[in-house]
C-alpha cells in the first residue's frame, strides 16, 4: 500500500545534540513538507521541498535542516540551535493531481 | 494573503446528536479547502475537500461540509455522532501560491459523551 513512513515513533535527546527524524513516501509524490504541532497552535510549517534536490523555508526554520536526495526521502535534522525542539513532528507529501496532503503517524520528540 | 479561522477550540456532543464544527476562511481567490481529523499521537487523515466542483462536500465516516462563498465559511457536519468521532479537527485553506501549500487552522477537539 502507498503511504508515507515516519521514524522512529518516539524520540529523546539530550540538550545539545543533534537528531534526525526520518520520512519516506511510495506515493510518488513530488513536495514533502515538514511541520510542528504544539499544543493548541496547530500545524507550523518548518520546511517544504517541490522537487529533489531543492527545498525551501518554512515559517519556523530555524534550528532545523532538511535534505532532498531522493524524491521518496526527506530527513529532518533538529540541530543544537533548535531552543525549544520537544513537540510531535509530521510529514507530508501532495501533488497537485492529488489535492490535500497525505500525513505520516508522527514523531514525538522530547528533551531529556 | 489567505487564512483560516475555527470559530471552537472545544466543542461536547452526546452521542447520537449532530455535530458542527465551524470554520471561516479568508482569501483573495477560490480556495481549496480541506477538513483533516486526527485522533491522539496520530498523524491527520483527509476527511474532505472542496476544490471548486459541488459546493456540498460529502467525506469520510457520514461527514460533510458546505461551502459558502457569500459567508467564507466551510463548516463541517455530521448528523449523529459516534464515540469514534472524539479527536482533533483541523480546517485547511490552501495558500494560493500554487506551491501546495496549506494555511492550517488551530484546531477543534470534539468530546463525544455517552
Known amino acids: 500500500d502507498g503511504g508515507i513512513t515516519q521514524s522512529p515513533k518516539y524520540l529523546f535527546r539530550k540538550e545539545g545534540q543533534n537528531v534526525t527524524l526520518s520520512c519516506e513516501q511510495n506515493l510518488n509524490h513530488d513536495a514533502m513538507y515538514w511541520y510542528r504541532q504544539d499544543p493548541g497552535q496547530g500545524l507550523r510549517l518548518i520546511y517544504y521541498s517541490q522537487i529533489v534536490n531543492d527545498f525551501q523555508k518554512g515559517d519556523i526554520a530555524e534550528g532545523y535542516s532538511v535534505s532532498r536526495e531522493k524524491k521518496e526521502s526527506f530527513p529532518l535534522t533538529v540541530t543544537s540551535a533548535q531552543k525549544n525542539p520537544t513537540a510531535f513532528y509530521l510529514c507530508?507529501?501532495?501533488?497537485?493531481?492529488?489535492?490535500?496532503?497525505?500525513f505520516g503517524s508522527g514523531t514525538r520528540l522530547t528533551v531529556v | 494573503a489567505q487564512s483560516v479561522t475555527q470559530l471552537d477550540s472545544h466543542v461536547s456532543v452526546s452521542e447520537g446528536t449532530p455535530v458542527l464544527l465551524r470554520c471561516n476562511y479568508s482569501?483573495?481567490?477560490?480556495?481549496?479547502l480541506f477538513w483533516y481529523v486526527q485522533h491522539p499521537n496520530k498523524g491527520l487523515q483527509l476527511l474532505l475537500k472542496?476544490?471548486?466542483?459541488?459546493?456540498l462536500v460529502k467525506g469520510i465516516n457520514g461527514f460533510e461540509a458546505e461551502f459558502k462563498k457569500s459567508e467564507t465559511s466551510f463548516h463541517l457536519t455530521k448528523p449523529s455522532a459516534h464515540m469514534s468521532d472524539a479527536a482533533e479537527y483541523f480546517c485547511?485553506?490552501?495558500?494560493?501560491?500554487?506551491?501546495?501549500?496549506?494555511?492550517f487552522g488551530t484546531g477543534t477537539r470534539l468530546k463525544v459523551l455517552a
Open positions: 507530508a507529501s501532495g501533488d497537485r493531481a492529488s489535492y490535500g496532503y497525505t
Open positions: 485547511v485553506v490552501s495558500d494560493g501560491t500554487g506551491t501546495y501549500k496549506y494555511i
Open positions: 472542496y476544490t471548486s466542483a459541488a459546493t
Open positions: 482569501s483573495s481567490y477560490s480556495p481549496s
